[in-house]
């Protein structure tokens, strides 16, 4: 286990599961919102899914087993969160998100995304336009994440 990791994993045994979330979000959130604009190619669905992840990653952070890394269970997160917003009639009447302690992290992290990562992604969209949904989801977590 990573020392970023452990330190989260101390703090959540020490009961202080909000500084706990707030850093693994801080770990792992720009990497899952890389991965989100690359594999939904959409800004605002990419915004929604990250705010869930967030939302979801810090309700379940206590329970969080570690029996994988914290980054393969947020990668985990991220694409349950993706799917639920392809398929979710709220998207399609138009209702956000509704803002927490943790979507507000979220857009922290959001906000201090730089222009080469936004450079990135639309060269990572325009090489994964004509791919599926799953082939995008491959291609994103192997080429833009670097995992095997």
Not at 64 to 92: D, I, N, Q, V
Not at 101 to 122: C, F, L, P
Request: aromatic share 6%; net charge positive; with cysteine.
């Amino acid at each position: 286990m990573k020392h970023e990791e452990r330190q989260i994993r101390e703090l959540v045994v020490s009961g202080d599961v909000s500084a706990a979330a707030t850093e693994a979000l801080r770990l792992v959130g720009p990497q899952v919102l890389r991965h989100l604009r690359c594999v939904l190619r959409d800004e605002d669905d990419a915004r929604d899914a990250f705010s869930e992840f967030a939302e979801v990653l810090w309700k379940g952070l206590p329970s969080f087993r570690w029996e994988s890394s914290l980054r393969t269970w947020a990668y985990r997160l991220a694409h349950s969160a993706a799917g639920r917003l392809k398929g979710s009639a709220w998207r399609r009447l138009g209702r956000r998100f509704v803002t927490g302690e943790a979507s507000n992290v979220a857009e922290e992290i959001r906000t201090r995304t730089s222009r080469k990562v936004e450079r990135q992604r639309q060269a990572l969209e325009k090489l994964l336009l004509a791919q599926s949904f799953e082939d995008r989801t491959l291609v994103a977590l192997r080429v833009g994440q670097g995992l095997s």
